[in-house]
């Protein structure tokens, strides 16, 4: 098989442009999962303000059941801590830990708990 001058250019432009590519996704791709982005912040923000007050709020009332710690440690807590969390939320967590698991905890409006 004879390979033109034409075919072997246009394989290695084939070559460079997919070099090109596979940059640009890798540059996109750290770009996207930045913690310096602002979007990063926000959420590690809401999450930590979220842990923060909820957690108060179980700890004023005095028991959390089975139900919030799960949502609070699972679904909130953990993906903190993924994402750099730390400080303030783990103390709040540390507290929680101590408490009981129960079935049911009465509901205390916020307004009520000191």
Known sequence: MVLTEATIIAIISGIFGLSNLAMFLIQRHDQKYSKDRPEYK???????????????????????????????????YKPYLEMGGNGTAKKIMAEIEKMPLRESCPHVPKEEIK
């Open 42 to 76: 926000m959420i590690l923000g809401l999450g930590h303000d979220i842990i923060i007050n909820r957690g108060e709020y179980y700890i004023a009332r005095g028991c959390i059941t089975k139900d919030e710690y799960e949502n609070l440690n699972e679904y909130l």
